[in-house]
């Protein structure tokens, strides 16, 4: 069973950086992408942050993130990272690390994502 632990959120003034980690362990080799995405309030859809393509390596990013974000990945250590630059307060949400067994799971497409972890909370704010 794959398990995902996500942790690094908290507070964050605007303008500042973070990175959030997502400690996996369990992928086998039916899972072809994994990635962040973030609710920023309850009862909000869950919107792409960055995926991680498990057939080419490529990655993919949301459009509100672009140019700010990076994904990575540390094979040895089963840790995704998420790497977030420039953080504005819109940016305040759960961070939810997740896979999917979907080939096409490299799009970031949410509903191709079936396992999710708990998720931790970033707060952007002055």
């Known amino acids: 069973q794959l398990r995902l632990a996500e942790s690094g959120g908290g507070f964050v003034q605007p303008g500042g950086s973070l990175r959030l980690s997502c400690a996996t362990s369990?992928?086998?080799?039916?899972?072809?992408?994994t990635g962040w995405f973030r609710q920023r309030a309850p009862g909000q859809e869950r919107e792409e942050v960055a995926?991680?393509?498990?057939?080419?390596?490529?990655?993919n990013y949301g459009d509100y993130v672009k140019g700010r974000a990076t994904i990575t990945r540390d094979s040895a250590k089963d840790t995704i990272y998420l790497e977030m630059n420039n953080l504005k307060p819109t940016d305040t949400a759960v961070y939810y690390c997740?896979?999917?067994?979907?080939?096409?799971?490299?799009?970031?497409?949410?509903?191709?994502?079936?396992?999710w972890g708990q998720g931790t909370q970033v707060t952007v704010s002055s």
């Open positions: 995926c991680w393509n498990f057939i080419d390596n490529s990655t």
């Open positions: 997740a896979a999917s067994k979907n080939k096409y799971g490299g799009s970031c497409l949410r509903p191709l994502f079936i396992d």
């Open positions: 369990g992928f086998t080799s039916d899972y072809y992408a």
